[in-house]
């Protein structure tokens, strides 16, 4: 069965570091989401991408956070200059016909 | 006011019992989806409904568009059902809108 892959599973990094989240999202999908939850908390939506460009982005995504589809199957979210408050857990997750597809996410702590 | 809401927020049953839980959502939508969150974290999908009624294995999943609200049961629980269920609902390609889901909790 196809699947969505992130890695890493966990990144540690400190306050003020840049970090890079990767995904490959399953291979004939257009449609691209990066979405995150806070410990505790329900699950967010950050930013859609389609045709190379941002569809609709939330107001968490801010100027720190960027997406790119650098090669046409990996599709990475940077945050510039991480903050305690990103600590989270990040899923990329892709669209098909009938079903969203979620990566197994990846769990940001900053420090 | 939440645009997806679930109940109950917490859940706890007998290995055996039959589940439901409930969603109701406030905004138009093209398809609801239930999903099912490990402790690990991963999501996996349930169900995508855009009318009536789905059942895959031991899991049914019926949605009301008129009253805008849907329900998942899970009959014949058993302790591995254990997790967080949650729905989101969705326009077309629009991002997912998620509730805040229900633990469940299934003891033997």
């Known amino acids: 069965e196809p699947e969505v892959t992130q890695t890493p599973s966990h990144q540690v990094t400190q306050m003020g570091q840049e970090v890079i989240l990767r995904c490959v999202p399953i291979?004939?999908?257009?449609?691209f989401y990066w979405y995150r939850q806070i410990l505790g908390q329900k699950v967010e939506f950050l930013v859609s991408f389609y045709n190379n460009e941002i569809s609709e982005k939330s107001e968490i995504f801010d100027d720190q956070f960027s997406v790119e589809r650098p090669d046409g199957s990996n599709f990475t979210l940077k945050i510039r200059s991480t903050k305690l408050e990103d600590s989270a857990m990040y899923f990329c997750?892709?669209?098909?016909?009938?079903?969203?597809?979620f990566g197994p996410g990846t769990r940001l702590t900053v420090t | 006011k939440n645009e997806v809401e679930q109940s109950p927020q917490n859940l706890t049953a007998q290995e055996g019992e039959f589940i439901t839980i409930n969603c109701s959502y406030s905004?138009?939508?093209?398809?609801l989806h239930w999903l099912q969150q490990h402790p690990g974290g991963g999501i996996v999908s349930l169900f995508m409904l855009s009318s009536g009624k789905k059942k895959h294995g031991r899991l049914i999943a019926t949605i009301n568009i008129q009253e805008k609200h849907s329900s998942l049961h899970i009959t014949a629980s058993h302790p591995r059902d254990s997790a967080v269920y949650i729905c989101?609902?969705?326009?077309?390609?629009?991002?997912?809108?998620f509730g805040t889901g229900t633990r469940l909790q299934v003891f033997p």
């Open positions: 997750a892709s669209i098909g016909e009938y079903e969203q597809y």
């Open positions: 905004v138009g939508i093209s398809a």
């Open positions: 291979s004939n999908h257009l449609y």
């Open positions: 989101a609902v969705g326009r077309n390609t629009d991002k997912l809108i």
